[in-house]
């Protein structure tokens, strides 16, 4: 008998913490040619947005020291070709689905949770409130303001059936990620997912022009782990009841150990599935092994070891 790695997020349990980040593997189609898809706890899906977007101009991305810089301007086909194509494909290889979901405005979350909570098969949404907001300057997110950011996760549970989860990502650069974390639960969401990329920029010096389009990109990778294990860390210092999905810069089953150590309840793989598509698979053995090395029987415990919470491992 291995470990049991179940785990409990809001009120639906995943089989293990491995999930995809929001982005990295589409809604899972590119991912599954090289691993059995239903194996990882489960695969949160690009951000859907109600209509159909072509998002910004190329270059999107561009390499950097230990990481990746992007700035796809939510490029997708819409919620509605997500629901009638993406998820039902999805489901039949046996994935579970945790959507993610991205509006220009608080009414147009509202709208996105009611079209998703209808249907069938979704086992959380996950409110990206690293969107512009219309409501404020130029250049401003939803989760730059702790009342804007509680106002679009009301209006999501209020439109998300009962039981299903609602979980808030919340992204590091931000006035006070605490004082975020906890107006977004105090409005209702079930859970956090965190870290977002972190607004950065790349100047290509042949052309001494921004190496993606737009200037500013959101930062991923290796590069920005310490900092999402830290802000994982002081989130569930202050919230500790909440589970987190923690995200940045995870290669290895180590970096699972570590997050969920900081207080994570489930870890997500993203930038490094662009040049290992295999990586979740490979991420959930290593994190097996380790575990099984350790002479940890169950997953969960780990949850916080490193606050003296957990199993202390």
């Known amino acids: 008998m291995g470990p049991d790695l179940r785990i409990r997020l809001g009120g639906v349990e995943l089989p293990n913490p491995v999930v995809t980040a929001a982005g990295c593997a589409g809604a899972g189609r590119e991912l599954d040619r090289f691993f059995d898809i239903a194996s990882i706890g489960a695969v949160t899906t690009k951000s859907m947005m109600l209509e159909p977007n072509a998002g910004r101009p190329a270059p999107r991305m561009a390499e950097t020291p230990s990481g990746m810089l992007s700035t796809t301007g939510m490029q997708g086909p819409g919620v509605d070709v997500f629901l009638q194509r993406d998820l ?7 994935g579970r689905a945790i959507v993610s979901v991205a509006g220009t405005g608080v009414g147009e979350f509202g709208e996105l949770a009611r079209r998703v909570s209808d249907a069938e098969g979704v086992s959380a949404v996950e409110v990206n409130l690293s969107c512009p907001d219309p409501g404020a300057p130029a250049g401003r997110h939803f989760a730059d303001d702790s009342e804007r950011a509680a106002a679009v996760v009301r209006t999501v549970r209020s439109h998300t059936r009962s039981g299903l989860p609602v979980l808030a990502k ?24 965190m870290i977002n990329t972190v607004r950065g920029m790349a100047i290509d010096t042949r052309s001494m022009r921004p190496a993606v389009a737009g200037g500013l990109g959101g930062l991923s990778g290796p590069a920005i782990r310490p900092l999402a294990v830290g802000c994982v860390y002081r989130v569930h210092e202050a919230v500790p009841e909440v589970p987190i999905i923690g995200m940045g810069g995870v290669r290895t089953g180590e970096d699972v150990m570590e997050f969920m150590a900081a207080g994570a309840t489930a870890v997500a793989v ?10 979740c698979a490979r991420v959930l053995r290593q994190f097996t092994e380790a575990l099984e090395a350790r002479g940890v029987g169950r997953a969960a415990d780990l949850v916080g070891a490193a606050h003296g919470s957990g199993a202390g491992v």
């Open 88 to 94: 039902p494909w999805l489901l039949s290889r046996g």
């Open 170 to 193: 919340l992204a590091a650069d931000v006035p006070d990620l605490v004082a975020l974390a906890r107006s977004c639960v105090e409005a209702g969401a079930d859970g956090l997912s």
């Open 270 to 279: 993203g930038t490094t599935s662009f040049s290992d598509p295999s990586a």
